[in-house]
């Protein structure tokens, strides 16, 4: 259950693999699928993992320990359940009358762009529940097309606005990203931008002014969310990086709230 990934209460449906690779990516165990190395089973006291042609998962032994997810060098989880689009339907409808909507994250769920809009589409068939997508943007031409039309909103992390630090932060440019954004902007369903500061790196103070002004010229309605960096959860190159000051994170949430009024999402302090 969340209530930040898009409006009212949500389920979120974490998918497993990434066409990104962040320096502070907060769920590095969803970047890679499992390579079946084997080096989990032997973290695993209740023999939850085992092996047989490939990792095994028991999600009813496990004791959610996350000794497995921590062994794990390859940025990859054995925790993985898999679903056909009418078995995750039956799971969620269960909850229909307790949530406003699904919202698909990862990982980059956009990946798996035919299974979202498979699932979609039973979604509206039977339920009058929303399908939201929490994407990092790099999604090709015809897939972000065929997910315009059949999912209800989209949410994208900017992880910079400069295209060189966006290299440097991700291991892509951004011309991929801010095309797609430009796309979803154009139709009623882009909900949310998001952008993570991280100190020294992606808060050049002129750049960020020109992010600010780009999200308020896309159009009259997608919301702002501004997230200081926090180590919990990193592992990798800024796993002992210092947490963004407060007082230098209001400075620029003040800024942005300035020029994007109501548009701007609460502060995370």
């Known amino acids: 259950m969340s209530f930040i990934d898009g409006p009212g209460c949500r389920i979120s449906i974490f998918l497993q693999g990434c066409n990104m690779k962040c320096i502070y990516c907060h769920?590095?165990?969803?970047?890679?699928?499992?390579?079946?190395?084997?080096?989990?089973?032997?973290?695993?006291?209740v023999g939850a993992i085992t092996f047989e042609d490939t990792i095994k998962y028991d999600k009813n032994k496990c004791v959610n320990c996350d000794e497995c997810i921590n062994v794990c060098k390859k940025f990859a989880s054995p925790k993985v359940t898999y679903y056909d689009t009418n078995e995750l339907f039956n799971y969620v409808n269960k909850y229909k009358n307790l949530i406003d909507g699904i919202t698909f994250s990862g990982?980059?769920?956009?990946?798996?762009?035919?299974?979202?809009?498979?699932?979609a589409d039973i979604v509206h068939e039977k339920t009058s529940l929303s399908v939201f997508v929490d994407t990092n943007?790099?999604?090709?031409?015809?897939?972000?097309?065929?997910l315009i039309d059949h999912v209800d909103g989209f949410m994208f992390d900017l992880k910079a606005f400069n295209e060189d630090t966006h290299l440097k932060v991700t291991g892509i440019e951004n011309n991929i990203v801010l095309k797609n954004i430009n796309k979803c902007a154009k139709t009623n369903k882009l909900y949310e931008i998001r952008t993570v500061l991280i100190e020294n790196i992606n808060d050049d103070w002129d750049v960020f002014s020109k992010e600010v002004e780009y999200i308020k010229n896309l159009n009259e309605y997608t919301k702002f969310k501004l997230i200081p960096f926090r180590k919990y959860g990193v592992k990798g190159e800024l796993s002992n990086f210092r947490d963004y000051p407060k007082e230098k994170y209001m400075k620029y949430y003040e800024k942005a709230k300035e020029v994007l009024k109501e548009r701007m999402l609460n502060p995370i302090i």
Do not use: A, H, L, R
């Not at 943007?137 to 097309?145: P, Q, R, V, Y």
């Open 107 to 119: 990982g980059e769920c956009s990946i798996y762009s035919d299974f979202i809009i498979e699932f």
């Open 137 to 146: 943007g790099n999604i090709n031409e015809k897939d972000t097309e065929n």
């Open 27 to 45: 769920n590095p165990e969803t970047q890679n699928t499992c390579f079946s190395c084997k080096e989990c089973i032997n973290v695993c006291k």
